[in-house]
């Protein structure tokens, strides 16, 4: 059979002639990167965006998250889920911090807000919760524990590029939330991230950070990465930016047709539709309980893949089962992540995901 292949996700990418317009000025300019004019420009369109002042751009959403912790002055331990991409749990162990992981709530795949207190020590600085496949976490319950704790909240917001919660833009929740522009996400700058910061004082510290802690020319004040985003990578955002809400229609018109199809399947549970949430449409997960659907995730996975569709055990292992943390944590302390990796796996989504092939992909998946 020579069926054609369906890849998991597609970059966005604006037509080749406009992204060639945007970056023809680089030519003349010769300023490829060092916070030149399209990384400044881009930050201003977000920060229109988002309805948000303390903004700053950086090389990947890792180094957003890695950048934070090191600006607040982190120590101890830290908050967080197992239920997330490798990246969420290394920046708080490359950071000097410990991780305790929290489990997250069966129905939206975010930190179980009821699960937190019960893990706050004396050691306790900061909770780091991830807004899983552009499910916005329960940000009222954990801004209250973070209230009475003297907590930092600091969001991993890599899947929520374009959502907004209660009528403001997700960026706007915590103490800091960190973005990825990797070329996978919903909005991509090739490689890419931002962070946004509640207090300028922070933001200010990244700002130095991000350029090997230096302040001018003559002074370094800290020990900080190379973290900046450079020209290239911006004018690609700028390129996507403008076409970025009719990509988002495309990929609503692809959920609602694998809804329509999957909704009613004995055994699959879809994500729920999150209420006071505006979807980017990012993600489509599903969970196949083996009991009631009489065939397993990694079966039904196989069989996908047999056919061609790349599918993608998303997110599968847990992080506190990584073969690097052997025998460091209990995976049966976050019993329902434990469950939910088993069990999920994203599906084809990608804005120009035509119908043929959604409904090819839904066919495996009901006359299985
Ligand atoms: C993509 C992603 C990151 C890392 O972002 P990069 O831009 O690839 O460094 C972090 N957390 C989550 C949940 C992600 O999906």
């Known amino acids: 059979m020579s069926e054609k292949k369906i890849l998991v996700t597609r970059s966005s990418m604006p037509p080749l002639e406009e992204y060639v317009d945007e970056i023809r000025e680089l030519w003349e300019s010769r300023w490829?990167?060092?916070?030149?004019?399209?990384?400044?420009?881009?930050?201003e369109e977000l920060k229109k965006l988002w309805n948000v002042q303390n903004v700053d751009l950086l090389v990947n959403g890792h180094m957003a998250l890695e950048l934070?912790?090191?600006?607040?002055?982190?120590?101890?331990?830290?908050?967080t889920t197992p239920f997330t991409f490798a990246s969420t749990t290394h920046a708080i162990?490359?950071?000097?911090?410990?991780?305790?992981?929290?489990?997250?709530?069966e129905d939206d795949y975010t930190l179980d807000a009821a699960r937190i207190e019960e893990l706050i020590t004396e050691k306790t600085s900061a909770i780091m919760p991830v807004h899983v496949y552009g499910n916005i976490c329960d940000v009222e319950a954990i801004e209250k524990i973070a209230e009475k704790y003297k907590l930092k909240v600091i969001y991993d917001a890599a899947h929520t590029f374009g959502e907004s919660y209660k009528g403001k833009s997700v960026a706007s929740y915590g103490d800091a939330s960190c973005y990825s522009f990797?070329?996978?996400?919903?909005?991509?700058?090739?490689?890419?991230?931002?962070?946004?910061?509640?207090?300028?004082a922070v933001l200010d510290k990244i700002e130095i950070l991000k350029d090997f802690g230096i302040v001018d020319a003559e002074s370094v004040g800290a020990v900080g990465p190379n973290g900046k985003l450079n020209e290239f990578c911006a004018a690609m955002g700028l390129c996507n930016l403008r076409h970025h809400n009719s990509e988002i229609k495309k990929r609503k018109q692809v959920v609602l047709r694998y809804r329509q199809q999957l909704s009613h399947i004995e055994g699959i549970t879809l994500n729920k539709e999150c209420r006071d949430t505006i979807s980017n449409y990012s993600y489509f997960p599903i969970l196949v309980d083996e009991n009631k659907y009489g065939m397993s995730r990694d079966e039904l996975f196989d069989r996908l893949n047999a056919a061609g569709i790349s599918a993608r055990k998303y997110f599968y292992p847990l992080t506190n089962t990584f073969a690097v943390f052997e025998g460091?944590?209990?995976?049966?302390?976050?019993?329902?992540?434990?469950?939910?990796?088993k069990q999920v796996?994203?599906?084809?989504?990608?804005?120009?995901?035509?119908?043929g092939d959604i409904d090819r992909?839904?066919?495996?998946?009901?006359?299985?």
């Not at 162990?93 to 709530?105: A, K, N, Q, W, Y």
């Not at 990797?182 to 300028?200: L, M, P, Q, S, Y």
């Open 32 to 43: 490829l990167t060092n916070m030149g004019k399209k990384h400044n420009l881009l930050k």
């Open 68 to 79: 934070v912790l090191q600006a607040m002055e982190l120590k101890g331990e830290v908050i």
């Open 93 to 105: 162990l490359r950071s000097g911090l410990t991780p305790v992981f929290c489990d997250v709530r």
């Open 182 to 200: 990797h070329a996978t996400k919903v909005f991509n700058t090739i490689e890419g991230g931002a962070v946004i910061c509640r207090d300028k």
């Open 328 to 341: 460091k944590y209990d995976v049966h302390e976050t019993p329902v992540a434990y469950r939910l990796s």
């Open 345 to 355: 796996m994203t599906l084809p989504l990608y804005a120009d995901l035509e119908a």
């Open 361 to 368: 992909i839904c066919d495996i998946i009901i006359k299985h």
